[in-house]
């Protein structure tokens, strides 16, 4: 095990030093994270990072295959665009969390903010508490599960993302409606919440089954009158 | 854009050093907010005197711009406690006066005369520069007091200079001023509105209407939680902003949660900053903080 | 008595309504939605453009070089501000970003030769990197989008420049649109979408809101690349002077305005004619920023918008660009236009020269289209030829202008070059008014 601190260095020298580590096949505790920014980004090895306190914005931004673990807070856009990897925040996930992710795994065990889940393609999300405005906002696939309530605007305009609600919903977005949920999904859900979250917070859960599911109504995928005739006329 | 922070104590003594607290804030922000800083500052009340912060103005505008003013205050009370710092002009005055008198009759001694703020407890100092640049100034970090809300500058459509600077006072308002980041989209149209009942405006930037709209609410007897509420309605685009008064500290946050927005409390105090690292800067890890909401609301008082 | 024999009949045309407008209602009135085409604006031109000003030669004041034989240079190095590789360019003008979706493989794969063939760049759009253009492109800029189709670290790290975009000319304040008959198998894999929908784009960034907000992104675009290449910020020409300062300041190596003429494949009609500044306008603004800042020539400056050829791209240049993009002067190259399968251009309704019906899928000669069959029409290598020798021919119009001013590089065009031949344009280049020795409105 590593251990690096980020006092005294920038942001560059720290995720070099991260990066060295890791290709050495250390696991690497980071101390004094300070909230700040682009802690973490492009980690592209394999291996164990933990932050040992808040990061700022953009943490484990664009990584592919690394294990990120932060023991405090996190701000905007945590795993942003992430194409493989798994993200853990112990604390709250600030706006934009999973922003455009094309896999992996991301799962905040406090609150998310505003638009969790915006315009991710692929992956998962998991957030233990609630999340913030327009989560799930042009969700083009993958799956993300908020155990306790949604905010208002909740899958606004989605493709294909499925979401799954264990609280209450403030309101719908745009073209967003319960579905009906499959016993694959309990399963899915059952199983995804015992993987990643801790024993004693699954507890206190609800049931697979009594999660919300909450997919696109597909009425906003194609403007009415789509036949390509009409955008003939369009001069 | 910029960084906003603000630090409310909530006990009623008003001795602590906040203007080390805001200024090590405003310095973990500074990256965010390269043109201007800025802080407003709330100590115990002078034997409730008016404290005013002057601008004065270009030199070489009008000669002994001091003394001009000085005269004309004299005309409604002899004012104390004189004295110039990096520009500007501080007095202290009988705070029985009608304070837009005061500013008024400040204000009349040249066109680039501006009272930067006026409060029996309030004290606005604001500048060009870093926020290192500020406290090399004013020696910020030895002020103390009770609350204080800080800004650092980005400016986005006006210009980069004191005026335009933040906080803003909510000018005739004693004691209350404004930090915001964000951009009000429907400026020029509230502008307009205030301008046709007779409010002057000293700058082109949009955060100013934040100070005007303040000032108009408290003074028709609302608090300011229901000001704060009330301009989730009124104003466009987006917002993160900290108000304070003599005794109160509030945030509200846009509709859209544009702009970023955390804070944290504890029985001893409460702390607002745009980012985190600002807060974990002077605060260390410990302390609990989370996220404004869009359409937050929360004020402080003692 | 008669009147249908002595009288003449005389057609009044409003001003107002004209026959587009009153097609324009009432093709709205039966879709309820707002008209959705390809191409630019179609405004009749009635704004200050390049063509409202003309070049200085050297007379009698100064010494014109000899063509050929007196060297004028055309090297362009972009992003030496803060990058550890600036981007070498043989010429000033690159081609722009436009999406593999809006544009057929074989059009993006011609692109990509062409401009290699000639030591320029070429530049990836919004639905990411194909794997075609890396291998075909000598330099290439990857654009990151807010719609981040397609967003691959890997991608980023193998390209020789990131585009940080916030807007195009053609439509700022909005996200891309690519309709139903374009969103392919291919291209909705490559997006991550389902097939056949009408993909609308997200108009702004899903985390990063504000000047302040895109320091961190540009920081962290640096981090994900090793600091190696350079970060340009693109923007559509909208508050141009407000928002360069903003991207110099936010610690961008250089920025690219996109003027009102700006091209595109599908985005609403009124955008196209109703939104942003007009290219000529914008340089202007553009360079007033930097010269502001201090920054004029640290930041570097590409201007994009409705360029057509070399002497646009020499004026731009004179105005202040350090590089010009070209987006639908190179698809005219590729054939965009032609008068080759005219009876498909009837089946849209429209002729050649007329046609801007990019969105329909249907191009007839291959160029914005997925359909492989009309795909078929644009053989790679003859359109990569297209393309080098539209910008063989653009560099020897920008090198002849310049020799004639008496320049030995092109990059040494100044304002003081020209003059303009109408009072707007006089004013904004701040360029003397032919005839009168003086600048107009200052």
């Known amino acids: 095990m590593a251990k690096l601190t980020c006092e005294g260095r ?76 798994e993200v853990i925040v112990e604390g709250n996930a600030g706006n934009s969390a999973g922003a455009a992710i094309r896999g992996g795994a991301l799962v905040v065990q406090g609150d998310s903010g505003a638009r969790t889940g915006v315009s991710m393609k692929n992956g998962l999300i ?110 | 854009m910029c960084g906003i922070a603000g630090y409310y104590d909530k006990s009623s003594g008003s001795t602590g050093l906040i203007g080390c607290t805001v200024l090590d804030m405003l310095r973990a922000l500074g990256c965010r907010g390269p043109d201007s800083a800025g802080v407003a500052l709330y100590h115990a009340p002078a034997d409730g005197d008016f404290v005013l912060q002057i601008k004065l103005g270009e030199a070489g505008h009008s000669q002994n711009p001091t003394e001009n003013v000085i005269a004309k205050v004299s005309a409604l009370s002899k004012p104390k406690d004189v004295s110039t710092t990096g520009g500007y002009l501080r007095l202290t005055i009988d705070g029985t006066l009608d304070p837009g008198r005061v500013a008024a009759a400040v204000e009349s001694t040249g066109s680039e005369v501006e009272v930067v703020s006026m409060g029996r407890r309030l004290e606005i100092v604001k500048q060009v520069g870093s926020p290192d640049r500020l406290e090399e100034t004013f020696r910020i970090s030895e002020f103390k007091g009770s609350h204080s809300i800080g800004h650092t500058r980005m400016s986005t459509e006006s210009k980069v200079d004191l005026s335009h600077s933040q906080p803003f006072w909510a000018h005739g308002c004693p004691d209350v001023a404004i930090v915001h980041n964000g951009h009000i989209t429907n400026y020029h149209k509230l502008r ?5 009942h007779g409010t002057r405006f000293y700058t082109e930037n949009d955060s100013e209407i934040i100070g005007v709209y303040v000032a108009q609410g ?71 903080v989370r996220e404004a909401g869009a359409r937050e609301v929360k004020v402080w008082r003692n | 008595m008669s009147e249908s024999s002595s009288t003449p009949r005389v057609l009044q045309k409003s001003g107002i309504f004209s026959s587009s407008v009153i097609e324009d209602i009432q093709t709205k009135a039966e879709s309820g939605i707002y008209r959705i085409r390809g191409y630019g604006t179609l405004r009749e031109r009635r704004w200050a453009t390049f063509d409202d000003l003309t070049f200085l030669p050297c007379s009698l004041t100064r010494i014109p070089l000899e063509g050929y034989r007196e060297k004028c240079s055309t090297k362009t190095v972009l992003g030496s501000r803060f990058a550890e590789k600036p981007i070498e360019l043989d010429i000033p003008v690159m081609i722009t970003g436009m999406s593999w979706g809006a544009l057929s493989y074989n059009a993006k794969v011609a692109l990509a030769k062409g401009a290699s063939e000639i030591g320029s760049s070429n530049t990836t759009g919004d639905g990411g990197m194909m794997a075609a253009e890396r ?66 784009s997200p108009a702004r960034h899903p985390d990063m809101l504000g000047p302040d907000d895109m320091i961190i992104k540009i920081e962290e675009l640096r981090e994900a690349t090793g600091w190696q290449v350079p970060i340009f910020v693109k923007l559509g020409a909208s508050r141009v002077y407000d928002d360069v300062k903003l991207a110099a300041k936010a610690g961008a190596d250089m920025v690219v305005v996109d003027g009102m003429e700006g091209g595109t494949g599908a985005s609403p009609a009124i955008f196209q004619d109703h939104t942003g500044i007009p290219t000529l306008a914008a340089v202007c603004e553009a360079r007033a920023a930097l010269e502001d800042m201090g920054l004029y020539g640290k930041v570097q400056l590409i201007i994009a918008g409705g360029i057509r050829d070399g002497v646009d791209a020499a004026k731009a240049m004179a105005l202040g660009a ?90 040494h065009l100044e304002p003081e070059d020209m003059a303009a031949l109408t009072p707007e344009a006089s004013a904004i280049c701040k360029v003397p008014l032919a005839g009168t020795r003086r600048v107009w409105g200052s």
Not at chain 2, 236 to 265: I, N, Q, R, W, Y
Not at chain 3, 162 to 180: R, V
Not at chain 3, 397 to 411: F, N, T, W
């Open chain 1, 10 to 85: 920038t942001i560059r020298e720290i995720n070099a030093e991260i990066r060295r580590l890791l290709k050495d096949g250390e696991a690497v505790t980071v101390s004094s994270p300070g909230a700040r920014h682009n802690l973490g980004v492009a980690l592209l090895e394999s291996g164990d990072v933990l932050f040992d306190g808040s990061v700022g914005y953009y943490c484990a931004g664009l990584i592919d295959g690394v294990k990120v673990r932060i023991k405090g807070s996190a701000g905007w856009g945590l795993a942003e665009s992430m194409l493989s990897g």
């Open chain 1, 126 to 235: 998991i957030v233990t508490g609630s999340c913030g405005y327009m989560s799930g906002f042009m969700g083009q696939g993958g799956k993300m599960i908020i155990c306790g309530d949604a905010a208002e605007a909740f899958g606004d305009s989605m493709y294909e993302t499925i979401c799954f609600v264990g609280g209450e919903i403030a309101d719908l977005g745009n073209d967003a409606i319960v579905a009906e949920s499959t016993d694959e999904d309990k399963q899915f859900l059952d199983a995804s919440l015992t993987r990643y979250l801790p024993a004693s917070v699954c507890a206190n859960l609800p049931d697979g089954g009594d999660f919300k599911k909450v997919v696109s109504d597909r009425k906003l995928w194609n403007f009415k009158k789509s036949e390509w005739k009409t955008w003939e006329q369009a001069l």
């Open chain 2, 192 to 196: 307009r509105q205030y301008e046709q």
């Open chain 2, 218 to 288: 408290l003074s028709r007897g609302l608090s300011l939680e229901e000001v704060l509420h009330a301009a989730l309605a009124d104003w466009d685009g987006s917002f993160s902003c900290l108000v304070s008064t003599a005794d109160a500290m509030g945030f509200v946050k846009d509709s859209f949660a544009h702009k970023p927005l955390l804070f944290g409390e504890t029985d001893g105090f409460a702390v607002v900053a745009t980012e985190e690292v600002a807060l974990r800067a002077v605060f260390g890890s410990e302390l609990k």
């Open chain 3, 135 to 200: 291998e075909n492109s000598k330099t290439l800029i990857y654009e990151v989008l807010p719609s981040r189709y397609g967003i691959n670290v890997h991608h980023m790290r193998m390209s020789d420049g990131i585009e940080l975009t916030i807007g195009q000319g053609a439509k700022p304040g909005t996200g891309g649109l690519l309709l139903e008959t374009k969103v392919s198998d291919e291209i909705s894999k490559q997006r991550e979408l389902p097939v056949g929908v009408d993909q609308r």
């Open chain 3, 322 to 411: 350090d590089a010009i993009y070209i987006g639908t002067a190179a698809l005219i190259a590729l054939n965009c236009n032609r008068p080759l399968y005219v009876d498909d251009y009837h089946k849209l309704g429209t002729e050649p020269h007329f046609c801007h019906h990019c969105h329909t899928g249907q191009c007839p000669v291959g160029v914005t289209t997925q359909d492989p069959e009309l795909m078929k029409r644009l053989p790679i290598d003859e359109a990569a030829e297209r393309v080098t020798n539209l910008l063989r021919a653009m560099t020897l119009e920008i090198q002849m202008l310049a020799r004639s001013c008496g320049k030995s590089d092109v990059h």
